[in-house]
């Protein structure tokens, strides 16, 4: 029982504290601010688990536009607190019980494995000079399991599309209807004229560092999304109609460019995503530039959400 | 010398972590908005200040010092700005919450 | 019992907690956060994995730590998805809940 395992326990007793919190909460609002509060702790709970590169996508996705997206849900939901049946005590009953035993089911299944558990790591640790990257995580994710990440990138895309269907017909094509501050409001205009360049900067440094140390594309791409966010919120830049073209080439550039560099290796190396024993490093970050600037887009128009109106000629 | 560090890391970051649990008593405490935003931004940027402080001895790097340094700063103004907009709400609704 | 352990039995309790919400809260907004919550859950138990894996000189083998990266965004796509629905069921009837038994109220949308 050495004081950091005791601190951990704590921490851990905080994080389900917080957790239960979310789900008992009387308002919406309070679950919602629980929920990121939550959020945070897991990234932090990542580190402990000598996972940085996740910690950064927990931090970011996880907690700050997964709580964006709820927040402004919630804004709009407000009229409908408290409605709906509460379930009946067998129910609470029956259902706490299967919990229980899913609960205990999974944490005795993790823990009985193997005394020296199988491990990737050794097989990575082999090719990782051969991918011309220095991170191991950044090596899975673009060397790998390139097509992992060509395909989550679609998984987006196809979100994207899909928020887009349920917009109603009168507003099809036309300018997400992101809840804006209320009136312009000169401190948040300049918190936006002040925090954008810096944020910029420090999206593009993540994903450029994601080649040797915790970082990567996702991670920049997340920032680079929030600044957008925060500038057009702030009113100093329009939400812009999703049927602009300039827009759309944007979140097609990094899939594209990524397909491209893969469909390359079939000429020049042996297989889809297979690259060139000299320029593997150049290829990889030209993928991973674009797939940043294409993943910062998406991520910001995924919040924005489906159209409700036309631009106004 | 290390020792003498780690004793200036473990007193700094001792006394932010007490800073930051007197700002939250604040905000259980206080009776409403004004009152919990003066707790929350006056004694959690000094608590922060205090755990950057004492974390500085311990990073490897001038480049790790400006990261420190950095996130400290960085705080600040959010938590200074989003602190001004929470104030502008609710001395607007006249609403306690 | 070793914080490798103590992170799995975090992990499993979550899941568990995040199950709970989901079967028993009514209002949709709040299956979301569960739903939130169990995914966070399992994506520890994958973590606890890859913390167990550690194997020539990394602290945590790196294949389930870049599976989890993959899943948190495409849980954030989901959850977008959750909550861009919801958001339109409560446009189209007024509830926003799962649980009516009469048919919505005709759309007024005047298209599908």
Excluded at chain 2, 6 to 29: D, E, H, K, P, Y
Excluded at chain 3, 34 to 45: D, I, P, R, S
Aim: proline letters at 6%; one cysteine or more; aromatic letters at 8%.
């Amino acid at each position: 029982m050495t004081p950091p395992f005791i601190l951990e326990i704590a921490f851990v007793i905080l994080i389900l504290a917080i957790a239960v919190g979310t789900l008992v909460a009387r308002t919406a609002f309070t679950a919602v601010l629980l929920f990121m509060i939550y959020g945070l702790l897991i990234a932090i709970a990542w580190v402990r688990l000598s996972a940085v590169d996740v910690a950064l996508t927990e931090a970011a996705i996880g907690g700050g536009l997964t709580g964006m997206l709820l927040l402004g849900a919630v804004a709009r939901l407000r009229e409908s607190e408290g409605s709906g049946e509460e379930p009946g005590l067998p129910t609470l009953l029956a259902a706490g019980t299967f919990c229980v035993l899913v609960s205990a089911a999974l944490g005795t299944l993790v823990l009985s494995r193997p005394e020296v558990a199988p491990s990737l790591a050794p097989m990575v640790m082999d090719n990782l000079a051969q991918s011309a990257l220095g991170n191991p995580v950044a090596a899975v994710l673009f060397v790998f399991r390139a097509f992992d990440t060509l395909l989550e990138k679609v998984v987006l895309l196809l979100a994207l599309i899909g928020v887009w269907s349920l917009a109603p017909d009168r507003a099809w094509g036309g300018v997400p209807g992101l809840r804006l501050y209320a009136e312009p409001s000169s401190i948040l205009v300049f918190l936006a004229q002040l925090l954008p360049p810096i944020g910029i900067m420090i999206g593009i440094y993540m994903f450029w560092t994601g080649a040797s140390y915790p970082g990567g594309a996702f991670q920049g791409g997340t920032v680079l999304a929030a600044m957008w966010l925060l500038v057009m919120i702030a009113r100093l830049q329009p939400v812009p109609a999703i049927s602009l073209r300039r827009i759309r080439l944007l979140l097609v550039v990094g899939p594209v460019i990524f397909v491209a560099i893969g469909l390359l290796g079939f000429v020049v190396a042996d297989a889809f995503l297979a690259y060139p024993a000299n320029y593997a490093k150049p290829l990889i970050i030209t993928a991973e530039a674009t797939l940043t600037l294409s993943i910062g887009v998406t991520l910001g128009l995924l919040v924005a959400g489906p159209p409700d109106r036309m631009l106004q000629p | 010398m290390t020792l003498a560090l780690n004793i200036f890391t473990i007193v700094a970051v001792s006394a932010g972590s007490f800073f930051f649990m007197a700002g939250t008593i604040g905000l259980l405490r206080f009776p409403d908005t004004m009152t919990r935003l003066h707790a929350l931004t006056k004694v959690d940027n000094l608590g922060l200040g205090l755990i950057v402080f004492g974390l500085l001895p311990q990073a490897e790097g001038l480049l790790a010092v400006l990261k420190l340094l950095c996130v400290w700063i960085f705080v600040q103004l959010s938590g200074a700005i989003v602190s001004q907009l929470v104030a502008q709400l609710a001395r607007g609704d006249g609403q306690q919450r | 019992m070793n914080s490798i352990a103590l992170f799995a039995y975090c992990g499993a309790a979550m899941v568990g907690l995040g199950l709970f919400g989901l079967i028993t809260k009514p209002q949709v907004l709040r299956k979301i956060l569960a739903f939130n919550v169990l995914g966070t859950g399992v994506f520890l138990l994958f973590g606890v994995i890859a913390r167990r894996g550690a194997a020539a000189g990394l602290p945590s083998d790196p294949v389930p730590q870049a599976l989890v990266i993959t899943g948190i965004v495409v849980a954030f796509s989901a959850t977008t998805m959750a909550v861009v629905l919801l958001l339109r069921l409560y446009a189209e009837t007024g509830e926003a809940t799962l649980d009516s038994d009469d048919p919505p109220n005709a759309g007024t949308d005047g298209g599908r």
